[in-house]
């Protein structure tokens, strides 16, 4: 992973020295989606186990850097272009937020709108109004409970737990628990630990409050679906993928008075069926959605990749690194996903 890390930084180091006009030409790409989750000052127990992210004046540095380079568009510019009302300028970029914490509201927004920039926050209907923690959130809090805890009577409980279901160690979890059938285990676990995560959602509260979701709609901010409860769709029936994609628009649509549908795939969307895009099109509940596969096109019409920012690179050896894998992408045959029909075992239940 080291090694990997560091070829990234070098392979961006060397992509970074030339004009993103090149790049441009080169790759034929005009529209960039760029995705986050989480800025801040501070060490974020919910999420500092599961990626990096990063501060604010990072933060800030990249949107000043990018804005020097491209034109911040809006999710209801990429609307009117799908409707063939309008088309975008040349080196556009839509700014996105996954997963609705709260300091999308406390530092994002404030950043945002003092530079003007539009940009869209995709919230998961189970978690806004801090109603439940995603399965992440509770394994990063897990994890920096057993990153400190000197008692071996938790720590024995532990072992247990993860020789019982065949994980090795704590931080495996994560990964084990991506099976949505297997995600009660982190409960066992925090019982282990003594760890109350309603008490938790209750003191932190983590995630938007559905004002903090109205306040920024209310400052001219787009809002999103990003599912009910986070789950990774390549596991899911096509029905389940379906039902958590309807109701999670169905919720904000309906509870913020929204007259568009845009939804982002939680995690990613590889495997996702063709056979899902165009029953939940045919519907009209879902306008326009966005997977997180870099910079890549996508057979789906109607759905963009993205890529992220939060990696521990400047925003300009991001975009120019995924330039380049576009770049190769496109010598190598393969700068666009291919949606097939549902897989056998996965068809819809009619």
Not at 166 to 191: C, F, H, M, T, W
Not at 267 to 290: A, C, P, R, T, Y
Not at 294 to 322: C, E, T, V, W
Request: glycine share 6%; charged share 25%.
């Amino acid at each position: 992973m080291a090694k990997e890390n560091i070829k990234k930084r070098m392979v961006s180091c060397i992509f970074s020295m030339i004009p993103f006009s090149v790049w441009s030409e080169f790759t034929g790409v005009r529209f960039l989606a760029t995705m986050n989750h989480m800025v801040s000052d501070d060490d974020v127990i919910y999420v500092k186990h599961l990626y990096h992210y990063k501060n604010i004046k990072e933060f800030s540095s990249d949107i000043d850097f990018i804005l020097r380079k491209f034109i911040p568009i809006s999710l209801l510019d990429v609307l009117e272009l799908l409707k063939g009302n309008k088309s975008l300028p040349e080196k556009s970029i839509l700014f996105t937020f996954d997963d609705g914490f709260k300091e999308m509201y406390d530092i994002v927004a404030p950043i945002l709108l003092e530079k003007g920039v539009p940009a869209t926050f995709f919230i998961n209907s189970g978690f806004t109004d801090n109603k439940q923690l995603a399965y992440e959130n509770k394994a990063s809090i897990l994890i920096e409970y057993f990153k400190k805890e000197t008692n071996p009577k938790p720590f024995t409980a532990l072992n247990e737990i993860l020789t019982e279901i065949g994980v090795e160690d704590i931080k495996s979890i994560i990964l084990y628990a991506e099976n949505q059938s297997k995600r009660p285990v982190l409960d066992k676990i925090a019982e282990v630990a003594s760890i109350d995560f309603n008490k938790f959602l209750l003191s932190t509260k983590p995630y938007l409050s559905s004002e903090q979701v109205k306040g920024l709609i209310d400052s001219g901010f787009t809002i999103g679906a990003h599912s009910i409860d986070h789950p990774i769709y390549s596991s899911l029936s096509l029905d389940d993928q379906l039902h958590q994609t309807r109701e999670s628009l169905r919720f904000i649509r309906e509870k913020f008075n929204l007259d568009y549908g845009a939804f982002a795939f939680p995690q990613h969307d590889h495997d996702v069926s063709s056979d899902f895009f165009n029953k939940l099109h045919e519907e009209g509940i879902m306008d326009v959605s966005f997977g997180s596969s870099g910079m890549i096109d996508d057979s789906a019409p109607l759905n963009y990749q993205r890529f992220g920012l939060g990696k521990s690179m400047s925003a300009k050896r991001i975009i120019a690194f995924h330039y380049g894998k576009r770049l190769f992408a496109n010598w190598g045959g393969r700068d666009k996903i291919i949606r097939g029909p549902s897989k056998p075992g996965q068809e819809l239940n009619r």
